[in-house]
């Protein structure tokens, strides 16, 4: 028998073995680095924040310790009801403007957007468990004399739906943007070849946490999105086992389903008023 034949198995499991620790490496370094793929936060200096805020028409919201935690913008007529804004993964509370304003536009609506730890000029660091206290803190702060409706945009559907797990009798209507059902799945089709269920660290599970939520949902998904594609939002719909309405907006993609009219959001408010639980 040839050397070349004696050694070729050994160079076969050094290859193996080199490329298993190629594997590892790669998983590690994804779980060392995932929230940084995970939150995309613009940062303000606060002076900035506080120009942009006055660009926009919107008052500082501030939390319990007088510290700014988001945005306002105060209802134009006495209000009747609240609206607290979830953003998505990327840019700041500032940036949500096109859901805000048409809300708005309705009078006598409070809209709130909640402004995540280590976004905009907030202090912190972006994580699920960052997240959901800061929305605990938000909602303490929250008006307690009207219904309150949770807006959410794509990964804030997961501070939404625990909001909706811890003060369900509180929170009258939820809306989702391009939502999921559990983020770990979302990721685990971004990198199919690594066991993304295993590295994941911040584990929003919307659908998990809607459980015993009975109050109106609804839920939008955009056709053609290829960031957290509609199949995910639509086995949140398939989840929830309360009042509920879909709406899928064909040909869309991601961010262009969240800027809509005060007309459409008219049939939001119609749809919650109509479906939420007694008081």
Known sequence: MSASKQTSPRRTVQLLLTLLALYVLLALFVMLVQRKLIYLPTKFSPQMAAQLARQEGFMPWRGATDAIIGWHLPAKSPPTASVLIAHGNAGSALNRGYIAEPIHALGGIDVFVLEYPGYGARNGSPSMSSFLAAAEQAFAVLPTNRPVYIVAESLGAGVAAHL?????????????????????????RQMPFLPVKLLMRDRFTPAEWLKDYRGPVKVVLAEADTIVPATFGQRLYDSYAGPKSIEVIRGAGHNDIAEQTPEW?????????KKRPSD
């Open 164 to 188: 909706a797990k811890t003060h369900g009798a509180r929170v009258s209507g939820l809306l989702f943007f391009a939502p999921y059902d559990d983020l770990a799945a979302v990721g685990q």
């Open 265 to 273: 959001w008219k049939q939001i408010f119609s749809f919650w008023e």
